[in-house]
Each structure stands twice: as C-alpha cells, then as structure tokens.
C-alpha cells in the first residue's frame, strides 16, 4: 500500500494531488461521543507539523488554510475555501525543500523550518488561496546543525513572548550535546523572528519534537528518551520513558536541565500506560556525570534525584512510544472535562517488543505542572504489537477553532478531524 502511494505521489505534479488510499478509520477506537473523518480527501505527503492561519474567524463562510510540513520535500496547504470542512482541497506551496518539517503561521507569514535552516514567507494565504507556489522567502537561521545527525527534524513555534523557539535534538543516541552556532543540542533554543538574538532556553532533553504554551504562558513539551540502555532487551523495552516536561513562566534561559545524557525517567505501572506522575529518574549506563559514584544503575540515583542536574517531568508517557506533536484543546466541540488538557500524538515505537504508541493519548495537567490524569485518547492505528504491523502513524495535533482537533499522520499521508457529538452517545437501555 505504501509503496503503491508514494510511487502515485512521485508521479503526481504541484497542484493534481493523490487520492488517499481508503483507510480503515472503523478501526480507530476513541472515547463515547467521538468520531473520526478525513479532513480531506487528498494525499498530504509524509504529513507532519500543523499550523492554522489566523487569518480566519470560526464564523462560517470565511476560507481557512491549514499548512502541513513533511519529511518528503513539499509543504502543502489544505485550503477551505467556504470554511465548511466539505471540500479541502491541496495546494503544494513549497516544493524541493530539505524534509520542511516544521511550519508555524505569524502574521501572514508561514515560518518553515527545514533540516538546516528556517526561512520566512510573505502573505502565505494569499499564495495558497489562489493555488501558487511562494517566491523564495527569507532565511533566518541556517547552517547550524550539523550534516552528521540522528535527530535533524525541527518542529517549531512562536511563544507567548513572541520568540521563536527551536528544538535541537541530540545528534546521536546519547549525545554528546554541543552548541552549534548559537543553537545547542539537547536543547529547546529561543530567537527573535528575524533569527537573531539566539539563546539556549531549556537543556538536558534528548531530542524535543512538540511544544505548546498554556494559558498561563507555561512552556510543555515532549521528548523522546534514548534507545539501547544497557543493550537491546528487556531493560530497554521498558526504560527510559518519553516524557513530558514542564518549563514554568517566567523561568530565564539556561535555567533548566532535564538530565540527558546523564540522567532519564522510567514511569511506574503499566508500560502500556502509565500511572501519573514523573517516575523516578535511572542514571545512564555509559555517559556517567563527572566525579560521580554509581550505586544502583536503575534505581534510584542521588545525582539524577538532585533537581539542579535533573528536573523531573511531568509525566512519564511510556518507554519508546515517540511522543512528537503535542497541543492544548480549545474549548467548544469536545466535553468540558477536556479543556486546557494536552493531545500527544505517539508515532509508535520501531525497536520495542511488543511494539507500543501509534496513538494520541490525553493528558490532564495544571498550571503547577502537575498531571492529574493521563489516558487513552485514540487507538487503532497499530494493528499487532507481536509483528509492528501498522497502518498509520500520528504525528501532530491541532485543534481548530470550534475545538475539533485535527491529527497528522505521515504514514498514511493524511490529516484526520476528530469531532464529538453528543447524541451520539448511545442511551442506557430502557428498563422493561
Ligand atoms: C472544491 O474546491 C475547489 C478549489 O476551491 C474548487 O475548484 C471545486 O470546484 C470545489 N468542488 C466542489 C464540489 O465544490
Ligand atoms: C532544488 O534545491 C537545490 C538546492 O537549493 C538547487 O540547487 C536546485 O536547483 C533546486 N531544484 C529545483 C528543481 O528547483
Ligand atoms: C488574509 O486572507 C486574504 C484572502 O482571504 C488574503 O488576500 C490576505 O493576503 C490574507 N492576509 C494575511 C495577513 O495573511
Ligand atoms: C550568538 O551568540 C553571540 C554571543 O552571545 C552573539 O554575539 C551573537 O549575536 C549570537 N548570534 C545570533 C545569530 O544571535
Ligand atoms: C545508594 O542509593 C540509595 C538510594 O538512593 C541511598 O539510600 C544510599 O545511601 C546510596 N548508597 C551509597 C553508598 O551511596
Ligand atoms: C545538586 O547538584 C549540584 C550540582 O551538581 C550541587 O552543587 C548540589 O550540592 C547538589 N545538591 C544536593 C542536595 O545534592
Ligand atoms: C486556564 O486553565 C486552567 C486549567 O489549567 C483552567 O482552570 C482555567 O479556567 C483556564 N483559564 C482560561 C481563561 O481558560
Ligand atoms: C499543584 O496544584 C495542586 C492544586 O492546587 C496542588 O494540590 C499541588 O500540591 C500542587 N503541586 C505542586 C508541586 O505545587
Ligand atoms: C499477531 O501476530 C502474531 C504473529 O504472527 C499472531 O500469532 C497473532 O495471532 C497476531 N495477533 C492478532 C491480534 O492478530
Ligand atoms: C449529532 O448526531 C445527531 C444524531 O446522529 C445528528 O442528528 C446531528 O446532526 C449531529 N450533529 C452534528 C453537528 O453533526
């Protein structure tokens, strides 16, 4: 199926895009209430960061762009032009680009964040809503990322602040983390617009993929722990643990350090899922931190128990799932247990037995940091965790403005809409 898909995409020029191949969205299980469609009916290749233009309003009738980065070559927009969600259709507005994975709209401005570089474009919408390319935009930062790397993807976004903030992953398993430019790996680094200004904002995180703000301005993210502790087997089927973390408002730049590549988290209960809460930190079996003993390799570990050198996450989100896209909810479609809680998108584990993620789980937090529930949002997309066998991938999440949430998928190549209704839950039978 796959191979059918990208061979139709290869083939495909600018503006005739691919139908998606039929998927079999029956098997995807969601909580009573909710369902899941298309967003639209092409193919969006190698689908990954979201970003909505702003230049819309949830009243109907006005046209609203959705941009979709990928790790193929093109970013396109899903253009709907009455705003009704019936007829979305693709414009390639970027094409011979280095994996463009991150977008983020500003201002009439779509920032895109390639392997090596981030560049600006001009009056975005305009160009999609009349299906053209971009001219050539301005570039912002380039050139500071290493060609040697295992985690050259950016997603990025534009904070409360107004700075542009920029993950830069390890650029192996296990480091060693360097600045590079003025853009650190292992780190979440922050810029102004025009690319300059630039600092090392949090350290210590393996490799960051998805952000959001909350509506105090507290930064939370995703990120993806090592591979291969100790080897390939039981320990690291179950350790360390992607995690969720939290940067409080307010905190000043190189303030924060969340361990890597000394120290990582491994969640209790359930590997599958969870329970609340950080887990408690293991110390890593190869980088050591300088002039320190080791005692107990994974349990607990004075060094990593100590929150100048490791700062505990928020929650423990199971070991190898890849956590990527990450969003608040806004408030309206979904039931109101829902609001200000955390959608991530799990791509789905590649070297765990039995293979684990390929869902987008829910997460309920407070302004402190503090998670309260952590749950099951969307399932279905693996199909045998004894094989790996899968037919999509969810990559980012997206509400939009009525509070459906959109889900990218870059295996499927599609945009899912998860929307809830409550007549559709079904009533209790009635007694005889
Ligand atoms: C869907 O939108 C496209 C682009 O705006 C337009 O060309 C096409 O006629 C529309 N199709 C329908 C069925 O409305
Ligand atoms: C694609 O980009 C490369 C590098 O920027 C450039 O050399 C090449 O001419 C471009 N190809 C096309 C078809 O635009
Ligand atoms: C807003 O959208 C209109 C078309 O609806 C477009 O012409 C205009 O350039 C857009 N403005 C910005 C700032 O994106
Ligand atoms: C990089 O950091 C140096 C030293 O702090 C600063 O002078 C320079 O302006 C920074 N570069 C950018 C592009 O921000
Ligand atoms: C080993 O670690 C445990 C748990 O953190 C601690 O109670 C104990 O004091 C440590 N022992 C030594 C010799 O450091
Ligand atoms: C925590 O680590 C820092 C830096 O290594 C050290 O200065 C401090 O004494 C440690 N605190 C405790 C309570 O171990
Ligand atoms: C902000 O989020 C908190 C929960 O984290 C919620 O209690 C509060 O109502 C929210 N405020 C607004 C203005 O949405
Ligand atoms: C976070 O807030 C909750 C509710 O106010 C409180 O119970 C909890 O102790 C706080 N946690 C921290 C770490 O401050
Ligand atoms: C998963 O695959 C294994 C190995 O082929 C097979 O034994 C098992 O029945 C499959 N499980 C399901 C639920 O299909
Ligand atoms: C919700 O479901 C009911 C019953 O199936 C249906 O009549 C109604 O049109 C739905 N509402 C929306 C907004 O889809």
Request: glycine share 10%.
């Amino acid at each position: 199926m796959t191979k059918i898909c990208l061979l139709l995409l290869a083939a495909s020029v600018s503006w005739v895009q691919a139908q998606t191949p039929q998927l079999p969205l029956d098997l995807i299980q969601l909580p009573t209430g909710f369902s899941i469609s298309l967003y639209t009916a092409a193919a969006v290749p190698s689908a990954r960061q979201l970003a909505l233009s702003q230049n819309d309003s949830s009243a109907s009738g006005s046209t609203r762009i959705l941009y979709v980065g990928s790790t193929a070559s093109e970013v396109t927009a899903l253009v709907d032009m009455d705003g009704s969600g019936s007829n979305v259709t693709a414009v390639t507005v970027l094409t011979n680009q280095s994996a463009p994975n991150g977008v983020v709209w500003h201002q009439g401005s779509l920032f895109v964040a390639e392997t090596r570089a981030i560049t600006r474009y001009d009056n975005a919408d305009g160009y999609a809503i009349s299906g053209q390319a971009f001219p050539s935009g301005t570039v912002i930062a380039q050139d500071w990322n290493p060609v040697q790397d295992d985690h050259s993807l950016h997603f990025i976004g534009i904070g409360p602040d107004g700075y542009l903030y920029v993950p830069q992953g390890s650029p192996s398993n296990t480091g060693p983390c360097d600045p590079y430019l003025n853009i650190t790996q292992c780190a979440i680094n922050r810029m102004d617009l025009d690319g300059s200004s630039q600092v090392t904002f949090a350290t210590g995180i393996r490799n960051s993929v998805g952000f959001a703000w909350d509506n105090s301005s507290n930064l939370w993210a995703t990120t993806n722990g090592r591979d291969q502790l100790d080897g390939v087997g039981p320990v690291h089927d179950d350790r360390p643990d992607d995690t969720l973390f939290y940067v409080p408002a307010g905190t000043l730049p190189g303030k924060l350090d969340f361990g890597f590549p000394y120290c990582h988290w491994e969640g209790e209960g359930d590997p599958e899922l969870r329970s609340v809460g950080s887990g408690y930190p293991i110390v890593d079996d190869v980088n050591f931190p300088p002039g320190t003993t080791i005692n107990n390799t994974y349990g607990q570990f004075a060094y990593c128990s100590n929150v100048t050198n490791d700062q505990p996450p928020s929650q423990a989100l199971g070991p190898h799932v890849a956590a990527l896209g990450m969003t608040f909810s806004t408030a309206g479609m979904f039931p109101a247990e829902y609001d200000q809680t955390i959608f991530i998108a799990q791509h789905g584990s590649w070297d765990r037995q039995p293979a684990i993620g390929y869902r987008v789980m829910n997460a309920v937090v407070l302004p402190n940091g503090t998670t309260t529930a952590y749950n099951y949002f969307a399932t279905g997309w693996l199909q045998n965790a004894t094989t790996d066998s899968y037919w999509g991938r969810p990559v980012d999440v997206l509400p939009l403005p009525d509070g459906s949430l959109l889900v990218s998928d870059d295996y499927a190549n599609t945009v899912y809409r998860i929307t809830y209704n409550a007549s559709n839950i079904a009533p209790a039978p009635s007694p005889m």
